[in-house]
């Protein structure tokens, strides 16, 4: 049986509205039927904080470290949490919600996405599984998220690695189409991490920031040899392909689409009225 042929974007290291807008016109454009389901790479020049759909930039987060630190800022299309987005490879998965291989549900939709990642971990050579919350307290603490930042527990279906979280993931279903995308960390800057946020008190923030050291731990921490971004972009591209049954073909954005995600920028991500709602 032949596979699906997918297609495979590695669009490098781009500013943060700019990846917020290839991923929606990439979910536009596979709604309006104009391109195949595609699965994406890409980094974040200059390392950037984006925050969820619903969460409240006033009263979560510390912009004046922010901008200290010269760090980018976007609020992304998905809900969620708050990310740091530093030395992480950062995927995207656009696909219909009428593909015969993609359930109804959010939920499974998003454990059959995540098999691909699921696979990339193997090919690094770590035993990843998937969270699943088993006890009433888990899946309670799942709707009633206590920090903002996003790795700080994982969700139904997130990657697990001896029991903390490996890559967390975010999804939005929009014109028909399912956008997923999400962080594989290969570090992490705790102390960074933490000072990008408001807390109650300082006892409050080093409470969680000890908690988060048990929750959630990067690739390059569990290994002997650490990953490169281009080794760990080659298990990922294997782990897709397998994960997912297909086949990746390899695109480059023509000089018109590159214009059409720019004019996506200027209206939406660039602008603090959309990155500063609510």
């Known amino acids: 049986m032949t596979k699906e042929t997918w297609r495979y974007i590695d669009s490098k290291d781009q500013s943060p509205a700019f ?4 991923d929606e016109a990439l979910l536009d454009w596979h709604s309006a039927g104009k391109i195949p389901p595609t699965i994406r790479f890409y980094g974040w020049n200059p390392p950037t904080l984006s925050v969820g759909y619903f969460q409240k930039v006033e009263k979560e987060v510390n912009m004046d470290r922010v901008k200290e630190l010269g760090l980018g800022f976007v ?11 530093d030395k992480e490879l950062t995927y995207s998965v ?16 998003y454990r059959v996405i995540s098999e691909g990642i699921l696979e990339g971990f193997k090919a690094l050579g770590l035993d990843a599984y998937f969270a699943i919350p088993r006890t009433e307290e888990e899946k309670e603490g799942l709707k009633n998220p206590r920090s903002a930042v996003c790795f700080d527990a994982p969700s139904w279906y997130e990657l697990v690695v001896e029991g903390r979280k490996v890559a967390g993931s975010a999804q939005t279903r929009q014109k028909g189409v399912i956008l997923q995308h999400g962080s594989i960390l290969l570090e992490i800057d705790e102390d960074m991490l933490f000072s990008l946020f ?7 923030k080093e409470r969680m920031q000890k908690n988060f050291k048990n929750k ?8 002997e040899t ?3 971004i281009e ?3 080659e298990a990922f591209y294997k782990g897709f392909e397998k994960g997912l049954n297909i086949k990746l073909e390899p695109y480059e954005l023509t000089a018109s689409e ?7 920028m200027d209206s939406k991500y660039s602008t603090d009225e959309w990155n500063y709602k609510r």
């Open 198 to 204: 408001n807390y109650p008190s300082d006892r409050v």
């Open 216 to 223: 959630a731990v990067a690739i390059n921490a569990l290994r």
């Open 226 to 228: 650490p990953v490169t």
């Open 75 to 85: 609020r992304r299309p998905t809900g969620g949490r708050g990310v740091l987005h």
């Open 19 to 22: 990846n917020m807008a290839l």
């Open 94 to 109: 656009i696909v219909s919600e009428e593909h015969p291989e993609m359930p109804r549900s959010v939920t499974e939709a």
């Open 231 to 233: 080794e760990a972009k």
């Open 258 to 264: 590159i214009e059409e995600v720019q004019a996506i």
